[in-house]
């Protein structure tokens, strides 16, 4: 399986022949693999290039094959090395496209056609309240807040019965961590037996409300969810606002479902919180993405770690990475 490092099978079929015969000569072992002796030591010269191959001090034109211990050790920590510098320039890459996209938010709001500002959380209230009524088929929302308060979810029953009264279909989407609440495990049993539906994942890319797969309202400022939103209308934008909602919605678990493990033992919030890791995000960071305290998403993090038998985060991730357990957008 040297293709992982760069070389092809015939390559990898010398390398196994100079393991086996070390001491043979070029031009026996250069038939054996059916190579002329120009093509072998071509090949010869791939393998000297990856420090499988090395020259003797007392004779620079002999070469001798470097133990598999050494010279496999040093291709792995070279691999973890560019993968470690790989994973730093995606971190630098998406930390640059947040930025243009609070920045594309912030433009003026007169540049932006089909859309409407709301500013404060009691315009936003409003409005909300406003387009609930009119809502005709269905109600799609993101919450990635992480578990509410009894009084809060008490106080949004009568307009969800109201909503659910008129057939509407809601479907709403909460972080994993609610699971671990009971009055937001109360609500979304109230809201079952009322025709609701809810999923949760491990976390969520924004807050969002879709109504009738014609209007949407998301807010500014990621991190202040309260200080602006806008209401978007426009076929385009919410065709790939549905789109991702109805992605992350077949990903999600029922509410009311026990979490499942999958073959490496690992929840969705853990691979969530893998992923958060390799990424370089603090215990600060992750706990706001995946709902829930510092203190519970260190806990969660030592749980991945002993999983992968890793003393440190950084080897966390590389470990992670080897195996292939982070999604191809992770490393």
Same mark, same amino acid.
């Given at each position: ?22 001491q ?79 920045? %594309? ?8 056609p ?13 409005e ?24 809060t ?11 659910l009264?008129?057939?509407? @279909? ?16 109360? %609500? ?18 924004? @807050?969002?409300?879709?109504?009738? @797969?014609?209007i ?25 606002l ?43 960071a ?46």
């Open positions: 399986m040297l293709t992982t490092f760069g070389l092809d099978e015939i390559a990898e079929r010398v390398y196994r022949t100079l393991l086996l015969r070390p043979g000569e070029i031009a026996d072992i250069a038939s054996t693999v059916g190579l002329t002796a120009d093509e072998f030591r071509a090949k010869l010269d791939q393998l000297s290039a990856l420090g499988l191959l090395r020259a003797p001090s007392d004779d620079p034109s002999a070469l001798q094959v470097v133990s598999p211990e050494v010279s496999f050790e040093a291709l792995l920590a070279r691999q973890q090395a560019e993968l470690a510098a790989q994973q730093q320039r995606i971190a630098e890459s998406r930390a640059f496209a947040q930025k243009m996209i609070v920045e %594309y938010a912030n433009r003026p709001i007169a540049s932006r089909g859309e409407q500002l709301l500013v404060g959380i009691d315009e936003i209230r409003a909300i309240a406003r387009l609930t009524k009119g809502i005709t088929t269905e109600v799609m929302s993101f919450a990635p807040d992480g578990a509410q308060d009894a009084d979810l008490e106080a949004s029953k009568p307009l969800d019965a109201e909503v009264g008129r057939g509407v @279909r809601m479907r709403t989407v909460y972080l994993d961590s609610i699971r671990n609440n009971p009055p937001s495990v109360a %609500y979304a049993d109230w809201l079952a037996e009322a025709g609701g539906q809810i999923r949760t994942v491990a976390s969520l890319p924004i @807050r969002m409300i879709i109504i009738d @797969r014609s949407a309202i998301i807010p500014v400022d990621g991190e202040d969810a309260g200080a602006s939103a806008v209401v978007l209308r426009g076929h385009g934008t919410l065709a790939a549905c789109a991702l909602f109805d992605r992350v919605w077949e990903s999600g678990e029922p509410l009311g479902k026990a979490r499942t493990r999958d073959s490496r033992g690992l929840t969705a919030q853990e691979r969530e919180a893998l992923r958060l890791l390799s990424q370089g995000l603090t215990d600060e992750i706990a706001k993405r995946l709902g829930v305290s510092p203190r519970t998403a260190r806990r969660i993090a030592a749980d991945v770690m002993e999983l992968l038998g890793a003393k440190s985060r950084f080897q966390a991730g590389l470990l992670a990475a080897h195996r292939g357990w982070l999604p191809a957008d992770a490393v």
